[in-house]
């Protein structure tokens, strides 16, 4: 059986290559039909030109054609491959192999016949089913299909492909246009025309602009005319040329449908979509200038461009519409700005730098249309700077005044002096008060030197600084030059001093001669005057030349003044006086500052008035001779004046001599010890070197000796000086020029030595003990020293001897000057009790004037004996001189009164001449005092060599004295004293009362210009009614409430000194300052300062820095101007 199962596995492939077999040749035959339909079917239509409905025929025809033809010629084949129940039977699968195989076929079918009959068990037709399975078994049932010759079949096929070949390649439009039409049935297609329209078809515009639509033709023909159809409306497209065309639609709102015709042809309906494009609505700019600048924040609307200091933060507010988002373009640097809330975008940015910039708004669509571009121009802060113009005082080398110009565009923040002294290494500063929110303005400072660090020969280097108030770089700082202000040497200076001494002695010579001239002119115009009833031209032109001659005193009295007080100040700078001397020195410029009292100046005053009045003569000849009789204090004023000068030159000089003394004692003692222990060959040369330098500083000792024996002899009282002293100087200069000799042959041996032994010996030597020369050598040097002690103690002894003889000389003169003028005023007392009783009549009369003509000769001799003694005393100040005028003048009229009978005049007159006598006692008495403390200090040993300490009472003290003394009065007044008794009593509390009022007078020196010294002045005024109560044996009751108010005003002041809480330093009569010299031009800073602050006062403090800046200049050059 399994013969028959391979043959009838072989008839089931025979049926499947069957039907492969016929859906071959079905695909063959179906692409020749299709390619056949396809080409009819895109001729009709190329031909045709059918519409929608048409197009849409054809397709869906041609697409069932395709789907049936394929069913029968292929599908149905393929679909009965695996299908046995749709295939052939075995029988005519049979009769088809037999008609290939017929030698087969019999058999074949025969078998298929005996297997339906298997199912019967007969062996015969089993039998005749092998026997028939055995004959066909060799063959190939499969075999009998060829595939090949489905190839005559091809012949359809070829034909249809060709011509699609050659369509393609030639008429690719007849292929391409009718299958896109049929494909695209829905469509409409315009019909070709010669040309066709070149167009966009979804153009896009920007609501609010314009668009230039643009048409394009191509064929073989171009149209004359191109319009558009616009909702119903048709307009022309203007022509361009070369077959193009254009409209162009104005300020667009919204989409816009229309179609392009030409010549019955149309585009097809194009719609233009109208967009918004990205729109800046709104731009804001917030300046926040930085705080250093002191500009306020400011909003800029729609400007972009800026000008801005360098650190300016700057915040962009930009409103936008369509906007999806900004791009930011700088210089180095884009920044991408996100959208905040409702089309609001900001972009905060510090700019220290200039740079360009460009704003590029953006959406899906489009940037925006204009170029948004800007600047931003930065204003660098610039260096401050700075002028200076200086004054070194080459006076008294205490101050420099430095003065200039500082410019800044915003500020500063500090302007200060930069110095250094000579061996510091580093500048300390000092601040220079200015304005610091003025950009431009002048400075004015006076830089005080300390003493205390600068010396002779020193030097101060400095600079000023300006400093900035940059807050966004930091603080810059420019400065000047670096200058010098050095020192004259310890020697220069005392040249300087002895040269302005030397000054101020002959100004006082000079000024003496004009006073004798001018006194001399006065008697002359007062003689004139006498023997004349009218004044003519002349007699005026001789008061104006008084009046000439009077001014030019004045002011050499006051330049006078000024130099001696410059020079008391460079002394008191750079050499250190004794008490005494300062004291000294004090008196004397007290004595010059009332030379020319107040009194004499009123008088020349009112002769000038009565010039300038044409008054009458009599009035002239009055005030001439009162003038006469005050010339001759003036010239005994300046006479006194040199005297003391010349005595004050030589203490000085003593001083400065002892002060050289001790110096070389110190330096030359130092140098006999330094010789002595000294073991360096190399060192000789600096000891000689010193010792050569001990030598010309006996020298200068020498010298200062002969200066003091010429300034002695130049007084009219000299002192007896050692005659001995510049021998025993050049016995110095001897045992140091021994000194000398002995060290140089020390280093002559040992240099001769080290050449003959060699260095090891000249080592050993240098080990030895100091050699016999240099110890004789330093013996000279201390022998040196010892004599120098010696000279200065001599010149010391002699001093101090003088001063002590001449002070008790002096004191005891004084002392019979107190007593004369109190027998005096006693006198004069009686004499006017005496006239108050007497008549003209009375022969007494004659006897009592010739009594007061005596007394006037009695004053006279006073006066010589005081003004012989001023010349010798310090402490007899001005006052002294002025009350002993005064009492001439009025003992004078006295007389002249009594000549004329006119007693009540003269007992008047008589009765001031007792108050300047009084007066005068007290002050003389007052001196007394002082020189006797003077004294008394002096044998204690308690004068030399220390500062000036005057235990001045405090005002708590002043208040207890004052208390004493009005308890002292009440009991004088309770007491019914009387007589010459009472008035001793009166007398010495009224010296109480001016020694108060005197120290009262010294604590009010330093209070000028205040409440407390206001207060002060009402006091001393109280003092000096009680004074001449007191005086005038005038004790009232009125008194006695002064006293009262004086002592509440006094505890008023205390208080008000204790709540001050400063302990003031206070002299009880002290020189002016001085004023320094500054030039003209350094004064005028001040003044310009002022008005400058006025002018910038004007500026407003908002104002841009660019207008600030030329404000300034403006000011500047009026300025400029105005100094010219």
Do not use: C
């Not at 003959?756 to 110890?775: C, D």
């Amino acid at each position: 059986m399994g013969t028959n199962a391979d043959i009838f596995e072989q008839l089931k492939q025979y049926k499947r290559k069957y039907y492969l077999n016929k859906a071959i040749k079905g695909g063959i035959i179906w692409g020749a039909a299709i390619l056949g339909l396809y080409l009819l079917i895109n001729t009709i239509e190329f031909g045709a030109r059918f519409n929608s409905t048409g197009r849409s025929i054809l397709f869906f025809g041609f697409v069932l054609l395709i789907l049936v033809l394929f069913y029968q010629l292929v599908g149905r084949y393929l679909l009965v491959l695996n299908r046995s129940d749709k295939q052939l039977s075995n029988e005519e699968a049979a009769k088809e192999i037999g008609k290939f195989f017929p030698e087969v076929s019999d058999k074949l079918l025969n078998l298929i016949q005996l297997e339906s009959l298997s199912n019967q068990q007969n062996d015969l037709l089993i039998a005749s089913i092998k026997q028939k399975s055995a004959s066909i078994n060799h063959v190939s049932f499969t075999s009998a299909i060829d595939y090949k010759v489905n190839r005559k079949y091809l012949k359809w096929l070829y034909p249809p492909v060709f011509v699609l070949v050659l369509l393609l390649i030639f008429i690719p439009q007849f292929i391409t246009e009718s299958s896109t039409r049929i494909v695209n049935f829905d469509k409409e297609f315009v019909p070709e025309a010669p040309f066709r329209f070149i167009i966009d078809k979804n153009p896009t515009a920007f609501k609010g602009e314009a668009y230039n639509f643009k048409i394009a033709t191509e064929g073989t023909a171009v149209p004359a005319d191109v319009y558009l159809n616009i909702n119903n409306r048709t307009v022309k497209a203007k022509k361009e040329g070369n077959g193009s065309f254009s409209y162009r639609f104005n300020n667009l709102n919204e989409d816009v449908a229309f179609e392009v015709t030409a010549e019955s042809i149309t585009s097809g309906t194009v719609r233009l979509n109208v967009e918004e494009r990205p729109n800046l609505e709104l731009f804001d700019i917030d300046v926040n200038y930085p705080k250093y600048t002191g500009k306020e924040a400011e909003k800029i609307k729609n400007s972009g461009n800026l000008l801005i200091p360098e650190g300016t933060e700057v915040t962009w507010k930009l409103n936008t519409k369509a906007t999806d988002i900004i791009f930011m373009h700088f210089l180095n640097a884009i920044d991408t700005l996100e959208e905040a809330k409702n089309g609001v975008f900001s972009n905060t940015k510090q700019i220290t730098a200039p740079t360009p910039y460009s704003i590029q708004l953006q959406n899906d669509l489009s940037n925006n249309k204009d170029t948004l571009a800007f600047k931003i121009e930065v204003i660098k802060d610039q260096y401050p700077k700075i002028t200076l113009d200086q004054y070194q005082d080459t006076v008294l080398y205490s101050e420099l005044v430095l003065a200039g110009q500082i410019d800044d565009d915003y500020g500063f923040s500090a302007l200060r002096v930069r110095y250094k002294f000579e061996g510091e290494e580093s500048f300390h500063q000092q601040k220079v008060s200015i304005n610091s929110e003025l950009n431009s303005q002048t400075y004015y400072h006076i830089f005080k030197l300390d003493s205390s660090k600068i010396k002779a020969g020193g030097e101060l280097q400095y600079y000023v600084e300006v400093v900035d108030n940059d807050g966004v770089n930091g603080i810059k700082a420019s400065k000047t030059g670096t200058y010098s202000f050095k020192i004259p040497s310890k020697e220069e200076i005392a040249e300087e001093i002895d040269k302005g001494n030397q000054k101020v002695q002959q100004e006082i010579d000079k000024s003496i001669q004009q006073a004798q001239d001018l006194s001399k002119k006065i008697q002359e115009v007062d003689e004139r005057l006498k023997t004349k009833k009218e004044m003519d031209w002349r007699d005026e032109k001789l008061m104006e030349e008084i009046l000439q001659q009077k001014d030019d005193l004045s002011k050499k009295l006051d330049d006078l003044k000024q130099q001696n007080q410059l020079n008391n100040k460079k002394q008191d700078q750079f050499n250190e006086k004794s008490p005494e001397v300062k004291q000294k020195m004090e008196q004397l410029q007290d004595i010059m500052n009332n030379v020319l009292d107040d009194e004499t100046k009123k008088l020349y005053e009112e002769l000038r008035e009565l010039l300038q009045q044409q008054s009458d003569i009599e009035e002239f000849r009055d005030k001439m001779d009162e003038l006469n009789k005050n010339s001759s204090n003036l010239e005994d004023d300046l006479e006194r004046t040199l005297e003391l000068f010349k005595k004050l030159q030589f203490d000085m000089k003593m001083e400065q001599t002892l002060e050289e003394l001790e110096e070389a004692i110190q330096d030359q003692e130092q140098l006999a010890k330094d010789t002595e222990n000294e073991q360096n060959p190399d060192s000789k040369n600096d000891l000689l070197e010193k010792l050569e330098e001990e030598k010309r500083g006996i020298d200068d000792l020498k010298e200062r000796i002969d200066e003091l024996n010429e300034l002695n002899q130049d007084r009219k009282n000299p002192e007896a000086l050692p005659k001995d002293v510049k021998g025993d100087l050049e016995e110095i200069q001897e045992d140091q020029e021994r000194a000398q000799e002995e060290l140089g042959e020390e280093q002559a041996e040992e240099q001769q030595e080290g050449q003959e032994e060699g260095a090891q010996q000249e080592e050993q030597e240098g080990a030895k003990p100091s050699s016999s020369q240099r110890q004789k050598s330093a013996q000279h040097q201390q022998r040196a020293a010892q004599k120098m002690k010696e000279v200065k103690q001599s010149l010391e002894s002699m001093q101090a001897s003088a001063q002590m003889e001449q002070m008790q000389e002096n004191l005891e003169h004084l002392q019979d000057l107190v007593d004369n003028l109190v027998t005096l005023s006693f006198s004069q007392e009686t004499l006017m009790d005496e006239f108050k009783e007497i008549r003209q009549s009375d022969p007494r009369f004659v006897t009592l004037s010739q009594q007061q003509l005596k007394l006037k000769d009695d004053s006279k001799i006073i006066q010589d004996s005081l003004v012989a003694l001023s010349e010798r005393v310090f402490q007899i100040s001005s006052f002294v001189m002025k009350e002993l005028s005064e009492m001439n003048r009025q003992m004078d009229g006295a007389v002249e009164s009594l000549k004329e009978k006119r007693v009540s005049q003269a007992i008047g007159q008589q009765q001031f001449t007792m108050t300047s006598i009084n007066n005068l006692a007290l002050l003389l008495d007052d001196v007394v005092q002082q020189m006797q403390n003077q004294m008394a200090q002096s044998m204690n040993g308690q004068g030399k060599g220390q500062k000036n300490k005057k235990n001045s009472p405090t005002m708590n003290g002043l208040s207890e004295l004052q208390q004493q003394l009005s308890e002292q009065i009440k009991e004088l007044k309770r007491s019914g004293k009387s007589g010459r008794e009472l008035s001793e009593e009166l007398a010495k509390l009224a010296a109480q009362q001016e020694r108060i009022r005197n120290a009262l007078e010294n604590f009010e020196t330093g209070l000028d210009g205040n409440k407390l010294g206001d207060k002060i002045d009402k006091l001393i005024e109280q003092m000096e009614l009680n004074e001449m109560d007191l005086l005038n044996k005038n004790v009232s009751d009125q008194t006695i409430e002064r006293q009262r108010d004086i002592l509440t005003r006094m505890l008023d002041a205390e208080n008000a000194m204790e709540q001050r809480g400063e302990d003031e330093k206070r002299k009880g009569e002290t020189a002016n300052d001085y004023e320094l010299s500054v030039p003209q031009s350094m004064v005028e800073y001040l003044k310009q300062k002022e008005k400058e602050i006025e002018l910038l006062r004007t500026i407003p403090a908002k104002l841009n820095p660019y207008y600030k800046k030329e404000t300034n200049k403006y000011f500047k050059k009026i300025k400029e101007t105005n100094q010219k």
